[in-house]
């Protein structure tokens, strides 16, 4: 093949030329068909998928229709980022002071830089598992991105409909621009019907664009809001003009270096590619941000920096506990110090000397480690890894997570506001009966085989031409052909074919001269073809209620003619269409009207006079069954205290039928079924505004909402989260939506579905989950993993929280009564590090389980320490320090050993390792890894093992943990101030950390009426802003 006239420099240029001479430059460049000429490519044929070394070359040449994402961090980088935390940042300056001191005028210049080094020894211990976890969870959400990424477009190969990934698109390709897509490259329209563009992604500017001869091109990130037609790539991947941002934005670099002049873009916001991003955790307070912004506005402009209730309460929390853990770090260096001041300078009356400064710097050190072990710094790393856990899993159950924090919002939903097709139906719609002036049929070759030829001719050339679906050979071997488009739009393309008619045929021999697009305010959608020089004909199709309304006759089956007027059609209504709706089939009316309309007229073919005056050719029944799953996914929300809305676009009587099917509504359960008229005049003002007063009087009961248009749904979405109707409270609300007037609600909501397979490209970048499979029982399963990650992170706070009362009043008490703290600054780095990353790791994957359902959704109100958690920290809290203190001031005598409390060591070797002090800190070890166990069941379950064999991480830790700290205990000496243990003195720290065991067993078995005075210490404050 001859190579191409075009190059991509001339193709970038073309499409940045401003909108006044675009077709201007277009026409001097021989139009349309002489670009297409320039890139050797057939408007009708479309590229050759047979021909790869054209399709090469085309990549070769123009590029691939991929832009790389930004520039992962390396493990290198993640390390430094870690390192930033001011806590480490704090802990390795003093570590470096202590060993120079400790080097230069301490008493033990030999040994005595041990210490200083094993806290940068911790340090480093503590970066690198940081860093290690947030290499893995981006390479994770690496992969997570490529899935998203992964779409399908809808393209015209070797003359024929087919489908390409976006990936693989090349410029020559032909695209089938359709209602709600999101343009995939840049393109020049024809053949367009109608078409309005939203180019606010690229331009910033928010009214729609009309595409047409004057103003061709399509810029890729842009929005299909109106109307269809073709398009002819001619830019792809980073040569496109979303491209050319994105490098710009991902590599400054790369603009001084681009061959075309790019236009400004200040107010770009591209949405082509919404990436899942997660921060990497920063171990404090400020830390706890918002991982993922919603991107775009709704109806209502959110802000992007709105936390979920989840993360309010635990902003909030960290804030509270960091406060404390300051005072008391603060507390513990000035006891301290005050205490050895007294010691050595008043009581023995020593004379100054600089070695005294390493002991100052060691109090400064103890008082920094405490700090670091109170405060929570492993809840980022819970929640992020909770979070990155969950998200890979959904996948699983056909989950694609986009926004993070929608992930656990779930775990709060109240209500699901749920469309039908698709979701609760199977979205395979068949056409079950064909009524056509007062006879009906029930096979496709019955009913198309009695008809007239005039009649037949109306019906399937009505059928054809109006729509812009696909029927497709089945992919797999005595599979079902595959359905492209509208599926209602397929029900009938497959009837005609089942009836012996070919449907591409007509398109074929008919010219649609106008389109007149579907939208929800009209419910029907029209086309004008071309019968002759002088006439049209429109063919209409629609809400069988609105087109049958506007027919003035119908069409019988011998092609004879009835007159309609309002009698008649009240009795089609009654005979025929509540007959189809109380069977849940959905009902459609077919029309035509003939114009007399010469060629050289013209005719505003926008004006609904058009759409008036019908004939009615047939109403058809299609049925679109109820999925089987649905009405036990439906039970299982209900004992979950989530309540299931539908809204749906069919008429009250097919919606009551397929609610009563499904399960939403039972008989003499006092549901409410209303209309979306009904539902308009009851709760909107003249203005449009909600009443709240008046909403909440309905929504309580309100079950389904028909014949409704996507501006009912976001006002019943609205109204919903706006509503605090008691008992029911704040409602945490769950939208799906597959349309792109969806997009409204899907962004109101809470959380909002859209649907992988049926969803247009709008109503997805909308959302904040796609459902893969379209299925409601996905959502179902979104719930479980939205109450399994607010169940983690609660597991790792009341085992963190433990940890901490227990710790740092050790030291405390450790710090006034003895001048030490039983656990070394190293010794308490490792508890540091079991209850921050190990403990995160271990109890923030767990699997959910089904009992997560029977319990009701966490109120956005509650506390997120619950009165349960409460008496679980205190009581093991109190038994911990109980016993460690009975260690430190008794132990010795418990083991016949020499007691290793500094008061009564010899001054040369205060700072030696003891088994005393050794025993202590592996018994306090040993408590926290049996409380970890504990800690798996947090609603007072009797067995804290059942399911423990089902997590690898959980057990793997576990054995990780033991191994450390065995080897720590036994082979590091004075690095980490440990002496080894006898085999004795091992079982005896061994069951005594067990005790932790039989205790949080009692605890479980202790009922909690009443909140205790600490159950309001810490909740206070929790409450986020939601």
């Known amino acids: 093949m001859a190579s191409f006239k075009l190059v991509t420099g001339d193709l970038i240029r073309l499409v940045e030329t401003p909108h006044e001479k675009q ?94 080094a094993c806290i940068i020894l911790a340090v480093v211990v503590v970066i690198l598992v940081t860093a290690t976890n947030d290499y893995q969870k981006e390479a994770q959400f690496r992969v997570l991105n490529a899935v998203k990424e992964d779409e399908k477009i809808k393209v015209i190969r070797n003359g024929q409909p087919a489908e390409v990934t976006k990936w693989n698109l090349l410029v020559g390709d032909i695209v089938r621009v359709d209602l709600g897509d999101i343009i995939p490259a840049d393109g ?61 934005i991902n590599n400054p670099a790369a603009g001084k270096k681009s061959d075309p002049t790019i236009k400004n873009h200040t107010n770009a916001n591209i949405e082509d590619e919404v990436y899942v991003e997660i921060a990497t955790p920063r171990n404090d307070a400020v830390g706890m941000k918002d991982e993922q912004l919603k ?143 007062d006879q009906e049929f029930s096979t496709a070759t019955d009913g198309i085989g009695a008809l007239s030829d005039s009649t037949k001719e109306a019906l399937c050339t009505g059928i054809a031409v109006n729509s812009t679906a696909e029927i497709l050979p089945p992919k797999v071997e005595n599979g079902l052909p595959e359905h492209t488009g509208n599926k209602t739009e397929c029900a009938l393309l497959q009837y005609i074919r089942d009836g012996g008619v070919e449907y591409p045929e007509i398109r074929t021999n008919n010219e649609v001269v106008h389109m007149l697009t579907f939208s929800s305010a009209k419910k029907r959608m029209s086309v004008v073809v071309r019968r002759s020089a002088t006439t049209c004909r429109v063919y209409t199709k629609g809400a069988t209620e609105v087109v049958l309304g506007l027919c003035q006759d119908m069409q019988r089956v011998d092609g004879s003619m009835e007159s309609l007027d309002d009698a008649r059609k009240a009795k089609i209504g009654a005979e025929v269409i509540e007959k189809y709706a109380s069977q849940a089939y959905r009902t459609l009316c077919l029309a035509y009207r003939d114009l007399d309309v010469p060629a050289e007229d013209t005719i505003n073919w926008s004006d609904e006079d058009v759409e008036k005056n019908l004939t009615c050719v047939a109403i058809v029944g299609i049925e679109d069954p109820v999925r089987p799953e649905v009405p036990g996914a439906i039970q299982h929300c209900y004992r979950a205290g989530i309540t299931v809305r539908m809204v749906t676009g069919d008429n009250i009587t097919t919606a009551r039928s397929i609610a009563s099917k499904c399960g939403i509504t039972n008989p003499g359960d006092g549901s409410l079924v209303m209309d979306g008229q009904t539902f308009r005049n009851r709760v909107l003002d003249a203005q449009g505004n909600i009443i709240q007063s008046e909403f909440d009087k309905i929504w309580p009961m309100l079950r389904v909402l028909a014949r409704s248009s996507p501006k009912d749904k976001y006002t019943l979405v609205s109204g919903l989260m706006q509503s605090n109707v008691v008992p029911h409270g704040p409602q945490v609300v769950a939208v799906t939506g597959d349309g792109t007037n969806d997009a409204p609600a899907l962004k109101k909501a809470n959380v909002g579905f859209a649907m992988g397979i049926s969803g247009t490209a709008v109503a997805k970048d909308a959302s904040d989950i796609i459902l893969m499979d379209d299925n409601f029982n996905s959502i179902v399963n979104a719930i479980k993993w939205g109450r399994n990650v607010y169940d983690s992170i609660a597991k790792f706070l009341q085992f963190q929280l433990t940890v901490n009362v227990s710790a740092v009043l050790l030291a405390f008490i450790g710090a006034v009564i003895l001048d030490q703290s039983p656990l070394s600054a190293v010794q308490m780095l490792w508890v540091n590090l079991i209850m921050d990353s190990f403990a995160s790791l271990a109890l923030a994957t767990e699997e959910p389980t089904p009992q997560l359902l029977e319990r009701k959704p966490y109120p956005k109100t509650q506390p997120l320490i619950s009165k349960k958690m409460t008496k679980h920290i205190i009581g093991q809290s109190i038994f911990q320090l109980a016993l460690m203190l009975a260690l430190v001031f008794t132990g010795e005598k418990w083991f016949d050993i020499p007691s290793g409390r500094v008061v009564d060591l010899d001054e040369d070797v205060k700072n030696d390792p003891t088994v005393h002090m050794t025993i202590v800190f592996n018994a306090f070890v040993w408590a926290q890894l049996f ?28 054995v990780l943990q033991v191994a450390m700290q065995y080897v720590m205990v036994q082979h590091t000496g004075d690095w980490f101030k440990c002496s080894p243990l006898s085999a004795g003195q091992w079982l005896a720290c061994i069951g005594m950390g067990f005790l932790s065991l039989p205790l949080g067993l009692m605890l479980r078995c202790i009922s909690i009426k009443k909140s205790s005075e600490l159950d309001g210490v810490l909740s206070r404050g929790q409450h986020g802003t939601g």
Not at 31 to 55: F, H, R
Not at 100 to 106: E, F, H, K, Q, R
Not at 358 to 375: E, G, P, R, S
């Open 23 to 116: 077709h201007e430059v277009l026409s001097n460049l021989g139009g349309l068909e002489g670009i297409a000429a320039a890139l050797n490519v057939n408007l009708k044929q479309g590229l050759d998928s047979g021909d790869t070394g054209d399709l090469q070359r085309r990549e070769d040449s123009f590029g691939k229709n991929y832009v790389p994402p930004p520039r992962s961090k390396s493990f290198l980088e993640l390390m430094w980022a870690a390192f930033h935390d001011i806590t480490i940042v704090i802990l390795t300056i003093s570590g470096f002071i202590s060993i120079i001191l400790a080097s230069t005028v301490g008493d033990h210049k030999r040994t005595g830089w041990l210490e200083g």
């Open 295 to 437: 991107s775009g506005d709704s109806m209502e402009n959110s802000t992007g920096s709105s936390q979920s209730p989840l993360e309010g309460k635990l902003y909030n929390l960290t804030i509270l506990i960091s406060k404390f853990a300051v005072f008391v770090a603060l507390l513990v260096f000035v006891i301290m110090s005050i205490h050895f001041s007294i010691d050595t300078f008043a009581r023995e009356d020593k004379p100054w000397k600089s070695g005294y400064v390493n002991d100052y710097m060691n109090y400064f050190i103890i008082a920094i480690t405490v700090l670091a072990v109170a405060i929570p710094e492993g809840l980022p790393l819970a929640v992020t890894i909770s979070l990155a856990y969950s998200v890979k899993k959904m996948l699983v159950d056909n989950n694609l997570v986009r926004h993070l924090d929608a992930c656990e919002t779930m775990g709060s939903a109240t209500t699901i506001c749920s469309d039908k097709t698709g979701t609760l139906t199977t979205n395979r719609m068949t056409v079950m009966q064909l009524w056509i002036g």
């Open 931 to 958: 409380n970890e166990l504990n800690c798996r069941k947090i609603h007072d379950e009797i067995n804290t093992f059942t399911g423990i064999t089902k997590n690898r991480v959980f057990l793997y830790v576990c």
């Open 188 to 248: 020049i329209v024809f053949d367009a019907k109608e078409i309005k563009m939203d180019e606010s992604a690229m331009t910033g500017e928010s009214d729609l664009l009309t595409k047409n001869e004057e103003n061709p091109f399509l810029l890729s990130g842009t929005k299909v809001m109106e109307g269809l037609g073709k398009m002819l790539v001619i830019c792809v991947g980073e040569n496109s003009q979303a491209g050319i941002i994105k490098n710009l």
